[in-house]
Every structure is written in structure tokens, then in C-alpha cells.
């Protein structure tokens, strides 16, 4: 079996690419070298492309291959860390997933202000309910997870239950009162007035 993460080699949805600023949206750098359309710029979206094309074939440890190849490549570009941390997630791989959204988060501290839902880029957005229920169980067992708290959240904010999300992000802070990512979400909350 490959590990994944950071530094070592990994052994009909939506595109990813589309909400993650790699095809038709952008949510990277504006200006960035990789959004100019040059040579750099056709070399991320081929990576992101090949990890899509695996992710919708549900070989997620694949498509976080393509996805961590990018973020080696691009690192100052916050979408491929989304989405190696949703392969990584759909893989079951909670820690490195948590460390993935958070890079993701310090290169675009805007991110939760998106608006999508998670389940969209799944071939069967039931492996999303997978993952939210296997997580309150890791929780429930766990309860000083914080990677297990914000993760739960992360997928709550990107679905039809964004509203419990924020009870989640602070049982994050409660199991590690400086998680950045349970930080990052409950500030854009407070700035959007959430209750």
C-alpha cells in the first residue's frame, strides 16, 4: 500500500476544476503564473485534469497522486491542496486531508465564503454521507480528533447542513483551541453574521 501526504510518494460529477479555479472559475493567486494560460499554465490544469479523471473514477489515492504532483509544482496555488485534501478525504485518509485543506486555506483564506456542495463532485455523492457519518463516529470515539472535528465540519459547511457547521468548527476548537482551519471557517462566519 503507497502513503499518502505530504512529501512522499503516493503509492457523472462535476469537475473539479470548475469551483477549484482550474477550468472555467478561479480561486488561485489572480495573476499567478499557472492562470497566465502559458506553459506552466497548461501544465496544472493537465495535472488537475488527470486527477479528475480518477477522482471520477473513484480511484482516489490516483487522482491525490495528480493532485499532490500539482501542489509540488504549483505551491503557491491553493486549489490543487482542495482537491488532494477531497481525494485524500474520499480515501479515508482524515489526517493528511486536514493538513491538505489547511494549506489550501493559507494560500486562499476566502475559500469559505464559496458556495457549492461537496457531493456535487462525487460519482456517487453517497460516499459523501459515507464519509460525514464515518467521521461522527470517529468523533464520538475520539472526541480530542480536532482533525476529525474540523473535517466534519468542512464537509457540513459544503452541504445542505452549512448551518451545523459551525457548532462542529467549535467542538475543533475545543479539542485544539488554535486549529487553523476551524479558525478559518468560524471568522468568515462572524464576518457573514452567521448566528
Do not use: I
Not at 123 to 148: H, I, T, W
Request: hydrophobic fraction near 40%; proline fraction near 7%; glycine fraction near 10%.
Amino acid at each position: 500500500m503507497r502513503e499518502l501526504g505530504f512529501g512522499r510518494s503516493l503509492a457523472p460529477a462535476l469537475p473539479l476544476a470548475l469551483v477549484l479555479g482550474l477550468g472555467a472559475l478561479s480561486c488561485g493567486e489572480r495573476g499567478s503564473e499557472a492562470e497566465s494560460g502559458g506553459e506552466p499554465g497548461r501544465a496544472l490544469h493537465r495535472l488537475v485534469a488527470e486527477g479528475d479523471a480518477h477522482f471520477h473514477a473513484r480511484r482516489y489515492v490516483e487522482a491525490a497522486e495528480r493532485y499532490r504532483e500539482a501542489t509540488r509544482q504549483f505551491p503557491d496555488e491553493a486549489g490543487p491542496y482542495f482537491q488532494f485534501g477531497h481525494a485524500l478525504l474520499a480515501a479515508g485518509e482524515f489526517r493528511v486531508s486536514a493538513r491538505a485543506l489547511e494549506q489550501g486555506l493559507r494560500r486562499d483564506p476566502e475559500w469559505p465564503r464559496k458556495r457549492f456542495l461537496l457531493r456535487d463532485f462525487f460519482s456517487n455523492p453517497g460516499e459523501v454521507d459515507a464519509q460525514v457519518e464515518a467521521l461522527k463516529a470517529r468523533v464520538e470515539a475520539r472526541p480530542k480528533d480536532a482533525d476529525a472535528w474540523f473535517l466534519l465540519g468542512y464537509l457540513l459547511h459544503f452541504s445542505p447542513e452549512r448551518a451545523s457547521a459551525r457548532r462542529v468548527f467549535q467542538e475543533t476548537l475545543s479539542a485544539a483551541p488554535d486549529h487553523p482551519g476551524a479558525v478559518a471557517f468560524l471568522v468568515v462566519e462572524e464576518d457573514e453574521g452567521a448566528p
